[in-house]
């Protein structure tokens, strides 16, 4: 080994070598036998970048995972790099069970480890369904070797009937209108055929859609990447474009924390506002944020909502598709038209700021799917923070996809104790239950389901969607889709499990709604409520074994990104938004 080798950091094949007490012999060994899959030293003697790659054949929005991997290996080659795919957890939302959300964290651990324990100068992160890319950020975050986010890319909308359907807003609607027996049963079978078009994520504006924009915001994906649909050519020049940037900032070793600053949050938090984004990614940011002693600010990011106007018309907030998004000029479009309200230092993974990015993005034209300031689709962000005694620690509530008439609301509660409670009387014609009342699920949180499933959108009761009912207040301490729409106040904190407010709910009890004064407040004096609590103690679930009896002891709550305690770091007293 040479003097030079012996001042620089290890990289290439000879980053963390496995000890077997003689560091020439572990190289030797490791060399041995990844040159019996072919390899020459030439090729060996180059920057290795891992692919993390996320295929499955249970995750149909990972579908174009081979497309994907082949253009990132040929960008990365192109620049000088040796490519090394490598498979981690997949997580679809559809095909886990009891939600993706409780996977989150073990696919995080699994990706920080991974990276850790194989030899890669960057890596590569490809994901897109819902939980897959927050659960790539925070594992890349805690590793702290140089990253890039590639997300697969949004399915392509299908026509019913000659209505133009995309997953999983239209899903939505029109099981919404079977179970009001406003179609039948051909007509159900009919659409399901034509939702989901082709492999890719959600075509609306759910949570997938909103964390490959948040990611692009963040600076953490290469500019214009958030929005090509996953079987178009431009997702596949996204990959080859990212692997050449994969190779560059090996090299430039640009690291996570230089990218995921308290000022790219901000701007991340923006766009999510202006595009009428998924109340999931709240929880997801203050993860990725928790991975690097940031806190996120819920107080300061409801002050910058009511400054944030909703730009992109895009369902369930809209009308249009991720499509109609890209073609409109995607994120960067969008940035153009926020630029005033942006951190515009920030750096990307380009090695440019943000600035520089938007300059280099060109002049907008004329579209319809991207507002201006001016022009807003709607006045404030997407997203407001509640509080009151209902939700000491905040609630959030999807104000651009809400009901005017119901976001100043006082009605009386139906309370179901948890998702068997719901699905065992929510379609019984004896509920007691009027379209003035508000709905109200417990148990549903990070520990109460586990896992914070997306049952948040509690189903209208039968009888009152026979009636024609489209909408009501319904709360909960769980999550929903971000495809989903309607009046809906999620991520109440503390969850009913861990002995917050909600759990002493019951029906009869008066709540008030105020989204203009940001209040939920439960109706009931607070010697009544700790005279509830005394008689009906909560008792945490638990479990005996495995991944199950971890979760339950270390997640956090919704404030802190659902995440392990034991995964944060250390909070240094930076908060975003600033």
């Not at 009342?437 to 959108?457: C, F, R, S």
Request: one cysteine or more; a negative charge; proline letters at 6%.
């Amino acid at each position: 080994m040479s003097n030079e080798d012996r001042k620089d950091p290890p990289s290439g094949m000879r980053k963390g070598l496995t000890s077997y007490g003689d560091s020439g012999f572990s190289l030797f060994l490791r060399k041995a036998f990844i040159k019996g899959a072919g390899y020459t030293d030439d090729a060996l003697g180059r920057p290795v970048i891992g692919i993390a790659a996320t295929g499955s054949g249970f995750n149909p929005c990972h579908g174009n995972m081979p497309q994907l991997v082949d253009a990132v290996k040929r960008g990365v080659m192109l620049s000088g790099g040796l490519p090394v795919e490598f498979p981690t957890i997949s997580l679809h939302e559809s095909f886990s069970s009891p939600t993706s959300m409780y996977l989150r964290n073990l696919m995080s651990i699994d990706t920080e480890e991974m990276i850790r324990a194989q030899p890669m100068d960057a890596v590569v992160l490809i994901g897109g369904c819902d939980k897959t890319v927050p659960a790539q950020l925070m594992g890349a975050a805690s590793a702290g070797v140089p990253a890039i986010q590639l997300v697969t890319g949004s399915m392509l909308t299908g026509s019913h009937r000659d209505q133009r359907v995309g997953a999983c807003t239209d899903c939505r609607r029109f099981w919404a209108r079977f179970r009001a027996e406003e179609i039948d049963q051909q007509e159900i079978d009919d659409v399901n055929n034509q939702l989901v078009a082709s492999v890719g994520t959600c075509s609306v504006m759910g949570t997938a859609s909103t964390m490959a924009c948040v990611s692009e915001a963040l600076g953490i994906a290469i500019p214009g990447s958030a929005s090509p649909p996953a079987v178009t050519a431009d997702r596949i020049r996204v990959a080859e474009r990212t692997g050449v940037t994969a190779v560059q900032i090996a090299a430039s070793k640009l690291t996570p924390d230089k990218i995921l600053t308290v000022g790219a949050f901000e701007n991340a938090l923006r766009v999510l506002l202006a595009i009428g984004g998924s109340t999931n990614a709240i929880v997801h940011m203050t993860a990725i944020a928790g991975r690097l002693g940031i806190e996120i600010d819920l107080d300061r990011l409801d002050a910058i909502g009511r400054e944030t106007p909703v730009l992109v018309d895009l369902k369930p907030s809209g009308q249009h598709y991720m499509e109609d998004f890209h073609h409109a000029g995607g994120v960067p479009e969008l940035l153009r038209q926020l630029k005033p309200l942006l951190n515009l230092d920030a750096l990307t993974i380009t090695g440019q700021t943000l600035g520089e990015e938007i300059e280099k993005s060109g002049p907008g034209f004329a579209q319809s799917a991207i507002r201006t300031l001016r022009e807003p689709i709607y006045p404030q962000g997407g997203l407001a923070v509640l509080r009151g005694n209902l939700a000491p620690r905040g609630a959030i509530v999807k104000q651009s996809a809400a009901s005017a008439d119901l976001m100043e609301h006082e009605g009386r509660a139906v309370v179901f104790e948890n998702i068997e409670d719901m699905a065992a009387r929510i379609d019984s014609d004896d509920l007691d239950v009027n379209a003035d009342d508000i709905l109200v699920l417990k148990n549903i949180g990070p520990t109460g389901a586990p896992g914070m499933p997306e049952a948040g959108m509690l189903p209208i009761p039968r009888k009152l969607a026979r009636a024609g009912v489209k909408d009501m207040v319904r709360i909960s301490d769980g999550r929903m889709s971000g495809t989903a729409s309607g009046t809906i106040v999620l991520h109440v904190c503390p969850e009913a499990a861990a002995g917050g407010p909600l759990a002493w709910v019951r029906s009869g009890d008066r709540i008030r709604l105020s989204v203009n004064k940001r209040e939920l407040t439960l109706l009931v004096s607070d010697e009544e409520l700790a005279m509830r609590a005394e008689q009906n103690p909560v008792e945490p679930p638990s479990a005996s074994r495995g991944y199950r009896k971890l979760f339950l002891e270390r997640v956090t709550q919704a404030d802190q990104g659902a995440d392990f305690d034991f995964l944060r770091a250390k909070a240094d007293g930076r908060r975003a938004p600033r």
